[in-house]
């Protein structure tokens, strides 16, 4: 079946993805992880809301993201860096840690980097075995504040799954985008 695809400007469709993509998978997330009162859901975790370090975790789904960019090919580096921009913006207007310790634009681009890089050699490392389940097992060391344990089976794999729906959201996106610069 064809269908026509929807033109969007690089800097416009940076700013969808992370508007309409990684915010809403990222709450969505964080915003089932168990509270202090206990998580009901059939799939109990020993994590609750404050033993996440929010920061972290969106930096898990702006690498996803940012990830399959860089996969889908190089025309895709400007809707990167404007995600990427989007992202520094939402950091220093959102993110509590920013007000008290601010990153410069540098400073805070080269830590993105560095954590892009981390999560990409832990998805791409051993190629029998790429999967979202060992980023999500990384992920959880750096997400889960340091005086939890870094392995909670139904927190990664509760992550894993997330991750995994985000990536089918997003190639799905990709195919109906059209990009005019």
């Not at 609750?48 to 789904?61: G, H």
């Not at 190089?74 to 913006?89: C, D, P, R, S, T």
């Not at 060391?141 to 985000?166: E, M, W």
């Amino acid at each position: 079946m064809f269908s026509k695809k929807n033109k969007i400007t690089s800097d416009n469709f940076g700013a969808l993805l992370f508007n309409n993509l990684i915010l809403p998978s990222y709450s969505g997330f964080y915003n089932n992880i168990g509270s202090k009162e206990g998580d009901i859901s059939p799939f109990k975790t020993s994590v609750t809301k404050d033993d996440v370090i929010e920061l972290e975790l969106l930096f898990v789904y702006v690498w996803l993201v940012n990830h399959f960019l860089n996969v889908a090919g190089e025309k895709y580096q400007k809707v990167a860096n404007a995600l990427n921009h989007i992202f520094f913006q939402y950091y220093k207007d959102n993110i509590p840690s920013a007000k008290l310790a601010p990153l410069n634009g540098d400073g805070f681009f080269n830590l993105l980097n560095l954590k892009c890089m981390k999560y990409k050699d832990t998805f791409m490392s051993d190629n029998k075995n790429m999967n979202f389940g060992k980023v999500a097992m990384i992920a959880s060391s750096y997400v889960l504040a340091s005086d939890k344990p870094n392995l909670d089976i139904f927190f990664n794999f509760k992550l894993g799954t997330s991750l995994q729906q985000s990536a089918i959201a997003l190639a799905k996106v990709l195919k109906k985008i059209e990009l005019v610069d």
